[in-house]
T-cell receptor, first 113, second 120 residues
Framework: AQSVTQLGSHVSVSEGALVLLRCNYSSSVPPYLFWYVQYPNQGLQLLLK??????LVKGINGFEAEFKKSETSFHLTKPSAHMSDAAEYFCAVSRGNTDKLIFGTGTRLQVFP | DTGVSQNPRHKITKRGQNVTFRCDPI?????LYWYRQTLGQGPEFLTYFQNEAQLEKSRLLSDRFSAERPKGSFSTLEIQRTEQGDSAMYLC??????????????????FGEGSRLTVL
């Protein structure tokens, strides 16, 4: 079975500050890991994904995440927050190609000026 | 390529009524997924199709729920005898299962904007 735990349902940062959103996963097979972003009244958009190879993955809008197998983590970071980053962020895990995604409960990011 | 399209975007119905949602995937995508998202929660998997075959159904999909993809293109999700607990956002996603299965070709899931159901 697979599962995802996102620590912190709400994260608030000041514009220009570091963004750190935490994700821990559980998987009985080598996982595929994803971060999605959801803006109000919009669908989910893929930020980045890890499948194999380099453990530091770069995504859109300056976000990156690092796969740490020993810690079963896939935390999302961005060096400098922008007001437009305010949204809901979801971590997800799957078993393979186009397999169903198992999502975490999400983290709402607020960015203050 | 216009993305995944879902209709209607919003549906308000009375308890006990039947509702149907439609999802048009990205053309040529052979996999189609349905998820349900309630306020403050992440999307929960309901079911998915490969072409017209329904490959997996979640235990969340009670007997009142039925999904079809008759020609392997668009899909419908019907909820019979709606209950207030069915109020949620219903999300559809599609992907293209690659011909070669390797970890470098993940076949990303593309999501629609969802259909919001409110049961009064």
């Amino acid at each position: 079975a697979q599962s995802v735990t996102q620590l912190g349902s709400h994260v608030s940062v000041s514009e220009g500050a570091l963004v750190l959103l935490r994700c821990n996963y559980s998987s009985s097979v080598p996982p595929y890991l994803f971060w999605y972003v959801q803006y109000p009244n919009q669908g989910l958009q893929l930020l980045l994904k890890y499948t194999t190879g380099a453990t530091l993955v770069k995504g859109i809008n300056g976000f990156e995440a690092e796969f740490k197998k020993s810690e079963t983590s896939f935390h999302l970071t961005k060096p400098s927050a922008h007001m437009s980053d305010a949204a809901e962020y979801f971590c997800a895990v799957s078993r393979g190609n186009t397999d169903k995604l198992i999502f975490g409960t999400g983290t709402r990011l607020q960015v203050f000026p | 390529d216009t993305g995944v399209s879902q209709n209607p975007r919003h549906k308000i119905t009375k308890r006990g009524q039947n509702v149907t949602f439609r999802c048009d995937p990205i053309s040529e995508h052979n996999r189609l997924y349905w998820y349900r998202q309630t306020l403050g929660q992440g999307p929960e998997f309901l079911t998915y199709f490969q072409n017209e075959a329904q490959l997996e159904k979640s235990r969340l999909l009670s007997d009142r729920f039925s999904a079809e993809r008759p020609k392997g293109s668009f899909s419908t999700l019907e909820i019979q005898r709606t209950e207030q607990g069915d109020s949620a956002m219903y999300l559809c996603a599609s992907s293209l299962l690659p011909l070669t299965l390797d970890r470098h070709n993940t076949g990303e899931l593309f999501f629609g904007e969802g259909s919001r159901l409110t049961v009064l």
